[in-house]
């Protein structure tokens, strides 16, 4: 299989693992906002990073509560937003009390049907 972009692998783990579907958000690869420049002019900055879209998820989703994700990038993310963290595998995670999953099969397993 070919997987065409990030998010379809993403949802193929998913349905591999027996996991339920939901939604997956890619992360924004850049920031921007207007500033002004000489003159007052009106001017967009673009920053190029990686811009966390948690925060908006939940002002939305208010009842939002874990994260789950097999790196420490993204659980040090999930953490800071305030959720807790379910990590799979074995990344490190310098963060308070993950649970931990050796794989995406235990964690499905565990999983109300």
């Not at 990030?6 to 500033?35: C, F, K, N, S, Y």
């Not at 939940?58 to 789950?68: A, E």
Request: some cysteine; hydrophobic content about 40%.
């Amino acid at each position: 299989m070919i997987f065409t972009s990030a998010l379809t692998h993403a949802e193929e783990r998913l349905r591999l693992a027996e996991l339920p579907d939901g939604p997956i958000l890619p992360w924004q690869r850049e920031q921007w906002h207007v500033v002004h420049g000489p003159r007052d002019i009106p001017l967009i900055a673009v920053e190029p990073r990686l811009v966390s879209q948690l925060p908006e998820l939940r002002k939305m989703f208010p009842n939002l509560k874990t994260g789950i994700c097999d790196s420490e990038l993204a659980a040090k993310a999930f953490a800071g937003a305030g959720l807790s963290v379910i990590l799979v595998g074995q990344a490190k995670a310098d963060v308070s009390g993950p649970t931990r999953y050796p794989s995406w099969e235990p964690l499905a397993k565990s999983l109300p049907k």
